[in-house]
């Protein structure tokens, strides 16, 4: 499981370095694949997981529009990303334009896939979050 909550930045343009943690978690795999999540945020899976998520959505049917969109939003965006030996990978431009990525990232655990966000979004949503689980 990927799990934790880790500070970096880039390392040159577009690229950051995956936690070590992480890299452990690919099982000796040297590829991700990375997609447009929700709340403004990339989604990082190892192969074996997004290719689970892709069957999940592919046995939607399409001719429902919800299955459509989700499968548009979650495909289009999609790219199988290599890693090199030291963990580093080139974040597509697509992918940065839309987490709104700078220098800075926040790279999180999620389970079954990793997070990247912009540190201030990932504050923001962090803060909602710990306001709305203090409430309930």
Known sequence: MFLGEYQTRFTGQGRIVLPKKFRQELSGEMTVILSRGFEGCIWGFAPSTWKEEAEKQLS???????????????????ENICL????????????????????????????????????????????????KNKTT
Do not use: C
């Open 60 to 78: 939607l049917p399409v001719t429902d529009r919800e299955a459509r969109n989700m499968r548009r939003y979650l495909f289009s965006g999609a």
């Open 84 to 131: 090199d030996e030291q963990g580093r990978f080139v974040i597509p431009a697509l992918l940065l334009q839309y987490a709104a990525l700078k220098v800075n990232v926040v790279v999180i655990g999620a389970g079954d896939h990793f997070e990247i966000w912009d540190p201030k979004i990932w504050e923001n949503v962090l803060k909602k979050l710990t306001e």
